[in-house]
């Protein structure tokens, strides 16, 4: 069984042109989101581990809580 309805032929897309070599992109950053630190001023991460073959606990809600004191 073929399919009667029309089909719409392509349409061309002019896509912007790749920028030269020497230009770098990056996206455009705000003031406030540098941040500036010291070497040594920030703590070691610490490492944490996750038991992914327990139940899976909900969220807790401050409001659900105080429904059971």
Sequence with gaps: ????????????RVLKP???RGIRVQSSKT???HQFA???SL???E???INT???P???LEPDKLEQWK
Excluded: A, N
Excluded at 1 to 12: E, N
């Design 1 to 12: 069984m073929t399919d009667t309805t029309p089909t719409q032929p392509p349409v061309k």
């Design 18 to 20: 790749v920028p030269d």
């Design 31 to 33: 003031k406030s989101s």
């Design 38 to 40: 010291l070497p040594g």
């Design 43 to 45: 703590p070691e991460p």
């Design 47 to 49: 490492t944490i581990q």
């Design 53 to 55: 073959t327990s139940v």
């Design 57 to 59: 606990q909900p969220f």
